[in-house]
């Protein structure tokens, strides 16, 4: 343990909300020894821990990279303003999670790059780990700063900062970066950056220069000949299964998408004029069914994951989908295991498919109709008709579900008001189908203005003003005033300066650099964002922000040209004109096929037969409204068990929560017959005991479950082999006969407070002897609406001090019952007079919980 790991665990953790963040301890996670590899990358995200470890292409490079017995790849994310106030008033740098160590000793630190909104927290994580903003200002020990991801295609505003992009697939292209830093150990900067820039797909901003034209534009020219004018994108041919990990990384507090994704295909075969992803990801790849369903066995194998996201641009326009969903709840249904589709189109929701996406159990069901009439969404190429939305919701709602989730955009060049009122019409229109059905149903409304963005036919297009984007927002809030339909929306001021940053030239580093001064964080955070700090940012670089949100002309050079995608500049043009005409575009639909997918679509025709058998077969959880739905079915518990278990240092910060995941997953994992309850959304028969407050450890946890199968020792033995580090089983017993719950029968717990030496042993004793002279002690509690004022002292049973060559501690026995409790940091805190910020930083064991009965104190072994 280094000097800053012992600081975080022991001083800082405890006193930050969810610490848990920072711990690095996920199941499946990779530390390497730093001096036995020859390249140290650290791979960071620009926002938080729960959005960074939901982000699949962060996941693909962290395996990728340490597949290679030569590199070490770790991870870093943004800290949230808790913990770096902290790091900054203790002087700690930023760090990565696997080894704690400070990014300045890496050799790399490679960004993604997801939205522009993150860009003021990648110059805050380099302020953090005391590496220079700016690529200019770096020495020769500084770690080379990398970019990459959806943002790299417009690099402009971050080309100041950032000392190397690879535009598109980072696949390949990130091992060749490791074989040019690894060859040119001890060389300068200067000829590993040019080396870089010679691969394809690598751009090195500080090669080229920013030109300004008459008209304002900036074009981008290399300063040598021999530098390449055009960076073409990167494009993987295959989805190779190597690129994905078989024990991906899994989080044991939750995060934002806690479930095992899975890529299935990449690009989109659509053409939606407004969309960059399809473009930049040209052209569509699809992988193959049996690789997809090697993924999931050895995925959930590896984490315990109750669902499966099937992930792309547009999931359902993969040419073998119902095949795919078939073969998927074959082989996980029985282990309650779902499927879910994250994206999906009305024009292509079948009967078929809401069937089998629920099989398990039902997630959540998004559609986009993106625009309010079809007139404007055929402008955006968005092919979908009124008719289709209302089918796919008569099927969503025949199938069980009672939510719908709609996304809108306003502000869509050629809107008109009439446009504006469709919306509201449209959802009006939705919630009428949703009353045929007996349950109530729900419409919930996403409104986001729309923002231009580089490489499509709307890059010339201007955003409405501010004030315009409100006005729409506040009609459609209005009009869809109604308590089954629920409206969220965007902020205009928020999506003006994603407009900015999206179609921004170089000028737009001095911004960003006055926002980091200003101290500006998290802007994609509501809580964060300040539009007054970004108008004072702008002035102070002086930039007129409206010049990067106004219409553009065709001729005009645009920032990102020389960033090559594979559609030319004047067939975007000719597409622009197109939507101004309301004519049908040229684009292709559908984007050149590769060999590959050719291959798939002969090997789907084979498999027709196999598909309709096995869609046959997958088990209908919900019919049509008027049928009867079929319930799971009842099972008897063959075996009831009380397990004790030890929660050690290692899991210290998970909460109660992230406990009872932690088990869920472990059982699955470890196959174990665990019983569930009955109804449509059946849950694992496990009951807890009390809960143990955040960050303290324990040796006697206690949990009862109930078992498909008998009693079966080994089979506890597997279990406890399949849980992560810092949990272990230390005794299972059968349960016979009715027995009071473990949480209305548990009424006193010790617990053992180690204060390493911070005080001496008479201090301690004569403070903890006074307290049992008191006849009150009075804590001051936070409910969630009010603070109560509660004496403890009837709850304090028992106080004694030990010590030895190395250490004081004091044994403490306290009422926890459900009709009075006392909690041992109040207790500490009182008798000694400290902060309990202070008292969390002592380590604190539950050593035992007790019942009472019969006059008795019994364990809750004892009482089986």
Known sequence: MNSIERRMFREILPTVAKPSRYTGNELNVIRKDHTSVDVKVALAFPDTYELGMSYLGFAILYHLLNRRDDVCAERVYAPWVDLEKRMREETIPLFTLESKKPLSDFDIVAFTLPYELCYTNILNMLDLASIPLEGTGRGEHDPLILGGGLGAFNPEPLAGFIDAFVIGDGEEAV???????????????????????????????????????????????????????KIEARTVEFLRKEYYPD??????????????????????????????????????????????????????????YDEISLLSLSSTDYSALDELIAKLNRKFAGKRVATALPSLRPDTFSDTLARAVQTVRRSGLTFAPEAGTERLRHVIRKNISDEDLFRAVEIAYENGW???????????????????????????????????????????????????????????????????????????????????????????????????????????????????????????????????????????????????TGRRDITDPLPWEHISIGVSKNTLAKEWQRSQEHTEGTMNTVPPKTKYLVRLEKEKVQAADETDMLIQQSPRTFGRSRKRRTQSPIQIAKAR????????????????????????????????????????????????????????????????????????????????????????????????????????????????????????????????????????????????????????????????????????????????????????????????????????????????????????????????
Request: with cysteine; charged share 30%.
């Open 247 to 304: 024990a991906p990384l899994m989080s044991f507090t939750e995060i934002e998408h806690d479930r095992l994704t899975i890529e299935i295909m990449r690009g989109c075969p659509r053409a939606c004029r407004f969309c960059n992803a399809r473009l930049l990801y040209r052209p569509v790849r699809e992988r193959p069914v049996d690789d997809i369903v090697r993924q999931a066995e050895t995925g959930i194998r590896a984490t315990g």
């Open 402 to 548: 009672n939510v719908i989730k709609l996304y809108f955009m306003i502000g869509l060049p050629t809107e008109e008001q009439q446009d504006i009122e469709a919306i509201a019409r449209l959802v009006q229109e939705v919630a009428h189908v949703g009353k045929k059905f007996q349950n109530d149903k729900y419409i919930n409304v996403a409104i986001s203005p729309f923002s231009p963005k580089a490489h499509t036919p709307f890059q010339w297009a201007a955003q409405n003003d501010i004030e315009s984007l409100r006005e729409k927002t506040a009609f459609l809030r209005e009009r869809l005033h109604h308590g089954r339909i629920k409206v969220k929306w965007r902020a205009p001021e928020v999506s003006f300066i994603e407009s900015v940053i999206a179609r921004g030239d170089r000028r737009l580093s001095k911004a960003l650099k006055e926002m980091k001064t200003l101290g500006a964080r998290f802007d994609g955070w509501s809580d964060f964002f300040s539009f007054p700090l970004w108008q004072k940012a702008f002035e102070l670089s002086e930039i007129d922000p409206h010049r990067y």
């Open 175 to 229: 091992l060749e970066i490791i074989d040019i830093v690894k060859a040119l150990k001890g060389s300068s900067r200067h000829e590993k950056l040019r080396s870089l820039s010679e691969l394809k797909g690598i751009y090195v901003p500080s090669f080229y220069e920013a030109h300004e034209s008459t008209g304002g534009s900036a074009s981008v020219l290399p300063v040598d000949p021999s530098i390449p004018r």
């Open 641 to 864: 068990i009380r397990i004790k278990y030890a929660k050690g240092l290692d899991v210290r910060y998970l909460s109660h929560l992230d406990v009872v995941r932690v088990f869920e997953r472990t059982l699955r994992r470890a196959e174990m017959p665990i019983a569930y309850s009955q109804g449509f959304h059946p849950h694992p028969k496990i009951a807890f005991g009390p809960p143990l407050t955040l960050g303290m450890i324990s040796k006697a946890e206690y949990v009862d479950m109930q078992f498909e199968q008998p009693y079966n020792p080994e089979s506890i033995q597997v279990f406890d082999r399949a849980f992560p580090d810092g949990f272990r089983i230390l005794k299972a017993k059968p349960i016979f006969g009715k027995i009071p719950s473990l949480s209305s029968s548990i009424s006193q717990s010790e617990f053992r407070i180690h204060f390493d030496g911070t005080f001496p042993a008479e201090q301690i004793e004569e403070a903890f002897s006074r307290l049992f002279e008191r006849t009150t002690v009075w804590v001051r509690r936070q409910g969630d609406k009010t603070i109560k004022n509660i004496d403890i002292r009837p709850n304090i049973l028992e106080a004694k001090v030990e010590s030895d060559a190395t250490d004081v501690s004091v044994l403490l026995r306290l009422r926890t019952s459900e009709s009075g409790h006392a909690k041992p940091i109040e207790v500490v805190s009182e008798t000694l007079s400290l902060p309990q910020q202070q008292v969390s930083t002592f380590l604190i064991e539950r050593t035992e919980q007790l019942v009472e009965r019969e006059g008795r104190l019994m364990t809750p072994m004892d009482c089986v």
